[in-house]
């Protein structure tokens, strides 16, 4: 899957992932993304009646993206469809990479143990 040579093209959406020449393995990856989130019990099935009259429903989309090993597809929230009350306050902490240096510097300095970890 070598993206800068061009060989899958990284589709725009499921519609174009799935008439492409590679529909079979962006299916692979869609069904590998989403057996792993219900395992995750990131859902739960509830019936459309049961749900209360004033519940906004919120549509899902796809991102797709050629790993070098892999094609990988994201399922995630259309976040367009939100309004600001819908929320609060949402972030996703990050550093400088000289802060991390530096962290990494000190934690050897003072004979941390350091660890690395993938989540999925």
Known sequence: YNASAGVIPTPKSIKSAMEGDHSRQWWN??????????????????KYEDLPKDTKLLHLLWQFKVKPDRLKSRCCLNGTQESEGDYDDIYAPVCRHTTFRTLLWKANQSGYKIGQCDVQ
């Open 29 to 46: 990856s869609i069904m590998e993304e989403w057996n792993g989130l219900w395992e995750q019990k990131t859902f739960e099935y509830v």
